[in-house]
T-cell receptor, first 113, second 112 residues
């Protein structure tokens, strides 16, 4: 059974650009959550999608957005990149409402220069 | 607030037991988790405990939960060099959302 796949693994972007990250959950999983990990702020929740609907959102500016497709794959987008957006972006998939376990992908390392 | 606190660093000798502590914030949290992160990798779920349990054992791992003090601990028996990693505790507030609040992480260094 394939795990959670995040692409790309590494990304370098320039300030002001925008970026799109992709997450393919485990087959059959309908929930995808996104987290940002930085040395200063640790792991912070960005948002969660379930059956193509955003179900929960963290305290991030509107430059951070996401979506989920009918096959449960999710993308997150960051517009007008800032240096502080440099981070490891992790997604986690789970079955849905009552599931306990979350499986994380290996993450996308974004560097903004 | 939403701060889940952990000590930053723990150093142990190979073969000893390690105890990593976590203080969480919300007594209504339903599930509490321990994750392991190795360098350059994502998060690996180690174990979890329901909030109505006091203890859970899974091979070398023992989780203790003191709900009154909102204190969670992870004990690793017979610690190996391969256990060297950052360990995160996380709380999940209710069953309707998959939002996890993570602790600050504890770096476990295992000396041979």
């Amino acid at each position: 059974k394939a795990g959670v796949t995040q692409t790309p693994r590494y990304l370098i972007k320039t300030r002001g650009q925008q970026v799109t990250l992709s997450c393919s959950p485990i087959s059959g999983h309908r929930s995808v959550s996104w987290y940002q990990q930085t040395p200063g702020q640790g792991l912070q929740f960005l948002f969660e999608y379930f059956s193509e609907t955003q179900r929960n959102k963290g305290n991030f500016p509107g430059r951070f957005s996401g979506r989920q497709f009918s096959n449960s794959r999710s993308e997150m987008n960051v517009s007008t990149l800032e240096l502080g957006d440099s981070a490891l972006y992790l997604c986690a998939s789970s079955l849905g409402d009552s599931s306990i376990g979350y499986t994380f992908g290996s993450g996308t390392r974004l560097t903004v220069v | 607030g939403e701060d889940v606190e952990q000590s930053l660093f723990l150093s142990v000798r190979e073969g000893d037991s390690s105890v990593i502590n976590c203080t969480y914030t919300d007594s209504s949290s339903t599930y509490l988790y321990w994750y392991k992160q190795e360098p350059g990798a994502g998060l690996q779920l180690l174990t979890y405990i329901f909030s109505n349990m006091d203890m859970k054992q899974d091979q070398r791992l023992t989780v203790l939960l003191n709900k009154k003090d909102k204190h969670l601990s992870l004990r690793i028996a017979d610690t190996q060099t391969g256990d060297s990693a950052i360990y995160f505790c996380a709380e999940r507030k209710d069953g309707a959302t998959n939002k996890l609040i993570f602790g600050t992480g504890t770096l476990l260094a295992v000396q041979p």
